[in-house]
Structures are given as structure tokens and as C-alpha cells.
């Protein structure tokens, strides 16, 4: 499979904690990119790495890209209630898959307040 | 912008029943997915187009179903006959070509299908 592949698969902590996600893939990789899916909705982009990145940062967001290991990590700090949703990876290949993702199963992130 | 709507947000009907599902991409963006989401599979790329065009529709699952996009700002996707392992939610997600590269997707908010 060329899908990403998160871990873990549910991750659970109070408010104020941080919380990292990873993701392993396959294959050599244009970019990588995080989405949030809340309960109910659509998938929701978060932050792009290209391949030639190695760091990332939005917000309280922080991505880290290791192209050597095949791996990414996404960190959230200082998390709240809100945060609680799902977490996936998708790689883009780019040739000739370029512009179509390959989705993870996913981290279930729950935040306690 | 409204971003990507999908319409119906919630179908249940019966088994041997035809379902359609439609989807309108942001305007001005030329790539339009058709995802599956599951528990048991993730969440599975039917089919996608570029200019309208089907680009790759191996994901697409058996000859039950069939996706068309007759123009830039509308596509359907099509099951018949429906049977209960279609159960699942469905998204339309689209995409801007000029930063396909590294282009993120937009999602719609899904169509949750139950087939019984």
C-alpha cells in the first residue's frame, strides 16, 4: 500500500497537554500533508511539508518531515477540548499521481478538559 | 466561497434502489474527487477528475457504480443497483490545478448513505 499509516490510532490527554501524532509511508514523496476531520464532517487541510522541508510550523502546530526514515510527525501543543477530532497523513507522489493523495487510517485525538 | 457542497447530506434507502450522490466544487478548481469512507477501510478514492476528464477511476468499486462531472461545477456519483455493503459516507473533494504540485483538498461535509 502506498497509503500513509498514523500512529497511534487513538491518542487520549488533558487540556493543556501536548499531543504527536506519526506517520510512516512507503514510497518516495512531492509533499506530505495533515488534515483534521471532526466529527460529522469533511476532512479539513492543516499544514503541507514538501519533500525538501524537514520543519513546519502553523499555529500551535509543528510538522516534521523525515525523508530518510519515511516519517512525519504532527504535534499540537497545548491542546484543548476543541482539538478533539481525527487526525490523517496524505502523501502526494507527484509524477504521474501528481494532484491525488494517499490518506492514513488515522489518529482518534481526544482532549479532556 | 461556500466551499464544496454535497447534496444529500443523509440518503437511506433500500437495497436494489438507485442512489445519486452530487457534489459542487469550488469554483474555479479543476481537480473533483469521489472518497469512501468506512470504519473497515478508511477512507478509499473512487474516482477523480481534471477538466472534467475521469482521470483514474480504478478505486471505483464495480460496475454498480458510475461517476460523471458534465461540467466544471457539478458531478454526480451513481449507484444501481444499491446493495447494504454501499453503506458508507461519501466525499467530494476538489483541488486547484495551478498549484497541483502541492495542492491541498477542499472537502465537502459528505453524504452519509445506509442502505438497507
Known amino acids: 500500500s502506498q497509503q500513509g499509516e498514523e500512529d497511534p490510532q487513538a491518542l487520549s490527554i488533558q487540556e493543556g497537554e501536548n499531543a504527536t501524532m506519526n506517520c510512516s509511508y512507503k514510497t518516495s514523496i512531492n509533499n506530505l500533508q495533515w488534515y483534521r476531520q471532526n466529527s460529522g464532517r469533511g476532512l479539513v487541510h492543516l499544514i503541507l511539508i514538501r519533500s525538501n522541508e524537514r520543519e513546519k510550523h502553523s499555529g500551535r502546530l509543528r510538522v516534521t518531515l523525515d525523508t530518510s526514515k519515511k516519517s512525519s510527525s504532527l504535534l499540537i501543543t497545548a491542546s484543548r477540548a476543541a482539538d478533539t477530532a481525527s487526525y490523517f497523513c496524505?502523501?502526494?507522489?507527484?509524477?504521474?499521481?501528481?494532484?491525488?493523495?494517499?490518506f492514513g487510517r488515522g489518529t482518534q485525538l481526544t482532549v479532556w478538559p | 466561497d461556500a466551499g464544496v457542497i454535497q447534496s444529500p447530506r443523509h440518503e437511506v434507502t433500500e437495497m436494489g434502489q438507485e442512489v445519486t450522490l452530487r457534489c459542487k466544487p469550488i469554483?474555479?478548481?479543476?481537480?473533483l474527487f469521489w472518497y469512501r469512507q468506512t470504519m473497515m477501510r478508511g477512507l478509499e478514492l473512487l474516482i477523480y477528475f481534471n477538466n472534467n476528464v475521469p482521470i483514474d477511476d480504478s478505486g471505483m468499486p464495480e460496475d454498480r457504480f458510475s461517476a460523471k462531472m458534465p461540467n466544471a461545477s457539478f458531478s454526480t456519483l451513481k449507484i444501481q443497483p444499491s446493495e447494504p455493503r454501499d453503506s458508507a459516507v461519501y466525499f467530494c473533494?476538489?483541488?486547484?490545478?495551478?498549484?497541483?504540485?502541492?495542492?491541498?483538498?477542499?472537502f465537502g461535509n459528505g453524504t452519509r448513505l445506509t442502505v438497507t
Open positions: 496524505a502523501t502526494d507522489l507527484g509524477g504521474s499521481t501528481l494532484g491525488r493523495l494517499y
Open positions: 473533494a476538489s483541488s486547484l490545478a495551478e498549484l497541483r504540485e502541492n495542492s491541498p483538498l477542499h
Open positions: 469554483s474555479g478548481h479543476d481537480y
